[in-house]
């Protein structure tokens, strides 16, 4: 083999892992997350109950209304905590559901409740909505890739 050829493999090489797919997280409080009515609660870090200290950096988004997230990618992970069922809307297509916590679920450190790893890549708008007049949806975080 000549030393053109292997340089050039090598590039393609690196051009394919620079290529490789990335998480990235938008937190609660993220301008990309837009809530129809204003929160309930905003929790800090440490500032609300000792359910909330296991959320993604200690805060989280307590809501009554619908929480709408834009991101550009091919998945996503949803993470919050539910008093009662609420569903997910991708681009206005209903796309899942969730039928609400536990007292124990809210006490784990991760509440993956919705994961959607088959849009196409491009330019999404995840809808959360609750599913009932009683239902408060804390909203922890999502991940898109």
Known sequence: MNLLHILSTALIYVGIASAALKNYTIQDDDPAVTY??????TCPPTTCSPT?????NGTATVTDGPITVSFTGSAVYVYLGASGPCFFTIDGVTAG???GSTLDEL???ERLVYSNTSLTD????LAI???A???LV????VVYT
Not at 36 to 41: A, E, G, N, R
Not at 52 to 56: Q, R, S
Not at 138 to 141: G, H, L, M, S
């Open 129 to 131: 909505y609750p599913g």
């Open 36 to 41: 129809s009515q204003i929160p309930l609660v």
């Open 133 to 135: 007049l009683v239902s």
């Open 122 to 125: 491009e330019e999404h708008r």
């Open 138 to 141: 804390a909203f922890d975080y």
């Open 52 to 56: 909330m200290a296991n959320l993604f």
């Open 97 to 99: 559901t969730f039928p």
């Open 107 to 109: 006490n784990q450190d």
